[in-house]
């Protein structure tokens, strides 16, 4: 959208908002913090009660904020910013299994990202596991060819997300606490299976 005031040039405003760095400046409303290394939100987040771009166009509610978010701001392409010409199918999945359970986002035509939650520290924190495999891959859980157990064999760009939500504003602060090459690097607790931790302290970050 653009406006244009007293014969001033039009200036240009993100519909949807941006993920920007705190270093950037003063976010706008609808703007998303991602600043890695921060385990505790700046004051104030983001906006004025106005919807981030990883909460838009969420009718099922299919998916917590913390998996949801952490997918959406880490997956590599953008549905709602695509031409209606180029958009693919889009992807709201939750496989319920208990403690192994697995929420499924789009991320392109030939990818999908998988997150699971982890846990929440005492400040709010909530940690969600999350990656990035093939359609086929995905299709293969959705189908239960393949057990939940395995979920993240294939996943690549494994991480460990933290995410303050921010309900009054309706935002959140998205920043990595840890990155790992394979399933076999991530601590036991986090993995598929284990339940969701109640935490005594904020995750330490090692993402830097």
């Not at 998996?67 to 392409?77: A, D, F, G, Q, T």
């Not at 392109?108 to 520290?121: D, E, L, Q, T, Y």
């Not at 309900?167 to 602060?173: G, H, L, P, V």
Request: aromatic share 8%; hydrophobic share 30%.
């Amino acid at each position: 959208m653009t406006g244009q005031s007293d014969g001033q040039q039009s200036e240009q405003v993100h519909e949807w908002g941006e993920a920007v760095p705190i270093s950037s400046g003063h976010p706008k409303p609808g703007d998303i913090i991602t600043e890695s290394g921060l385990a505790i939100p700046p004051e104030p987040l983001v906006g004025h009660d106005v919807s981030t771009p990883l909460e838009e166009d969420e009718p099922e509610h299919t998916i917590p904020p913390g998996p949801l978010w952490s997918m959406k701001e880490r997956r590599h392409i953008q549905w709602h910013l695509l031409p209606a010409y180029e958009r693919h199918e889009r992807i709201r999945e939750c496989l319920d299994a208990g403690d192994y359970t697995l929420y499924c986002i789009d991320d392109g035509g030939h990818h999908a990202m998988i997150g699971r939650r982890v846990g929440v520290s005492p400040s709010g924190c909530e940690y969600s596991l999350i990656g990035r495999i093939s359609r086929q891959r995905y299709e293969e859980l959705r189908d239960e060819l393949v057990l939940l157990v395995n979920c993240f064999d294939t996943a690549t760009e494994i991480r460990l997300c933290g995410i303050a939500v921010e309900e009054d504003i309706r935002s959140s602060n998205v920043f990595d606490v840890a990155n790992y090459d394979s399933i076999d690097d991530v601590p036991g607790d986090y993995r598929p299976g284990s339940p969701f931790h109640h935490f005594s302290q904020d995750v330490q970050i090692t993402a830097y």
